[in-house]
């Protein structure tokens, strides 16, 4: 499976932005797709999750009711819709497929495949 991350970018506090991450290769071998970020000096963290065909999402708190987790099946596309952005969410975004349930999708252990990262902004 190979990911792509897209959609980083600079934008002020309050702003929003879009990531997408298209899959491709064996994708049927993936339960949950799932979004990191790492902020420079911080260790990587969860962001949020969700199942292919979206029945089930997890959020880390630090994002729910700000960043929207859905997916395009057709297209193999899972989308990340931040708003409100804070500077504290500056950081590169990763993301990541994986065969757990979304239960399990926070730990980073349970992803096999991840993108190369695309970096977030926000300024004050």
């Known amino acids: 499976v190979q990911l792509q991350a897209s959609g980083g970018g600079l934008v002020q506090a309050g702003g929003s932005l879009r990531l997408s991450c298209a899959a491709s290769g064996s994708t049927f071998s993936t339960r949950t797709m799932g979004w990191f970020r790492q902020a420079p000096r911080n260790e990587r963290e969860f962001v949020a999750a969700?199942?292919?065909?979206?029945?089930?999402?997890l959020y880390a708190d630090s994002v729910r009711g700000r960043f929207t987790i859905s997916g395009d099946n057709a297209k193999n596309t899972v989308f990340l819709q931040m708003n409100s952005l804070k500077p504290g969410d500056t950081a590169v975004y990763y993301c990541?497929?994986?065969?757990?349930?979304?239960?399990?999708?926070?730990?980073?252990?349970?992803?096999?495949?991840w993108g190369q990262g695309t970096l977030v902004t926000v300024s004050s």
């Open positions: 990541a497929a994986g065969p757990s349930y979304v239960s399990d999708s926070y730990r980073e252990s349970n992803y096999n495949y």
């Open positions: 969700i199942t292919w065909g979206g029945r089930s999402t």
